[in-house]
């Protein structure tokens, strides 16, 4: 178990991170989402042991993450970072930055081992290429791959497919996810994309002004997101007077109602419209299956 007690941090006296807890059970996957400059990056660092903390403590199992001033060297060896920005070795190929920290002595078996990894990054073709010659969506992949390579505990994912197309992202992510579950390596990763949650996290914690304000399932946040930032992260949605913070997908046009709106602009989204109206001067966001003319009166109710 992953166990953050009481954390406090700053950047030359700015707080960024104050009275952080939470625990993370062993093989659990977990997200941090926020703001961009919540300090989810940081955080990560921190439970690399990057830096020093100004109080709390930081353990994995039995032992603690110290920072700097206790350690020469950064990062325990059951863990492993995957930063946003990877540090890979240029000029040699992909299967030997994948195979980097594999053990020379069973060659035959580390061979093996980094098939198995160019598999889960899908990077099979590309073995030989050196890393120089690369896109950044395929330098992400070799990075996550060397960061499995090991078999971490635990891994800290910072913004992980962030360089990859979304062609690429649905199968990786897939991919990636499910090979941490079956070998039982606990995950937590940084991001703002709600695809890397819903189905993959066990709790997402939320990140704003320094603290957590939520820790819970997605599936929790997702049907009863206490404040705006946290419904942001799903989708549209609106903050009604008379109903809270309703999802745009969760307004239907009725024949009437109370909530009267006139259409401002129709947005196509591929399988749905999202429209825009005016409700009394507040701006409404719902979903429509087709589009709906500028000026038109219609009725919402929530679904
Ligand atoms: N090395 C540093 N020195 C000083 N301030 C820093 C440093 N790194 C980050 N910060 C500041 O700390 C705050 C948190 O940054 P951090 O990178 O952790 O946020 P984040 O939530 O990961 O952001 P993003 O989503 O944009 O990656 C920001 O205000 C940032 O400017």
């Known amino acids: 178990m992953l166990e953050v007690k009481n954390i406090y941090f700053n950047y030359n006296k700015t707080v960024v991170l104050k009275d952080i807890n939470f625990t993370v059970k062993t093989g659990d996957h977990v997200s941090i989402i926020g703001e961009s400059g919540s300090g989810k990056s940081t955080l990560l660092k921190l439970l690399y042991g990057t830096y020093d903390l100004d109080q709390g403590h930081i353990f994995w199992k039995d032992s603690e993450i110290l920072g700097p001033k206790h350690n020469l060297i950064i990062g325990p060896e059951f863990m492993k970072y995957v930063a946003q920005e990877f540090d890979l070795m ?38 030989k290429t050196k890393v120089k010659e690369l896109s950044g969506g395929q330098k992400q992949r070799v990075a996550l791959a060397r960061a499995i390579a090991k078999q971490p505990e635990i891994i800290l994912l910072d913004e992980p497919f962030s360089h990859i197309d979304n ?25 703002h994309d709600k695809d ?26 997702y049907e009863n997101p206490e404040n705006k930032l946290i419904a942001s992260f799903f989708g549209e949605f609106n903050e009604l ?63």
């Open 196 to 221: 890397d949650v819903l189905s993959y996290s066990d709790n997402m914690i939320v990140l704003h002004d320094t603290k957590i304000i939520a820790n819970n399932t997605p599936q929790q946040l």
């Open 90 to 127: 240029p000029f040699i190929t992909v299967a030997e930055n994948i195979g980097a920290f594999l053990s020379n002595f069973y060659p035959e078996e580390k061979q093996e081992r980094i098939n198995e990894l160019l598999d889960v990054v899908e990077l099979k073709p590309f073995a």
């Open 167 to 191: 062609f690429k992202k649905q199968s990786l992510r897939r991919n990636l996810f499910k090979y941490l579950k079956e070998k039982n390596i606990t995950c937590i990763v940084a991001t």
């Open 241 to 303: 007077k008379s109903n809270g913070i309703v999802y745009a997908h969760q307004l239907k046009v009725v024949d009437t109602s109370d909530l009267k709106a006139i259409v401002k602009q129709s947005y196509y989204k591929g399988n749905y419209y999202l429209i825009e109206a005016d409700s009394n001067g507040e701006t409404v966001f719902f979903e429509h299956d087709i589009a709906l003319q500028k000026g038109k009166a219609i009725f919402l109710n929530r679904v």
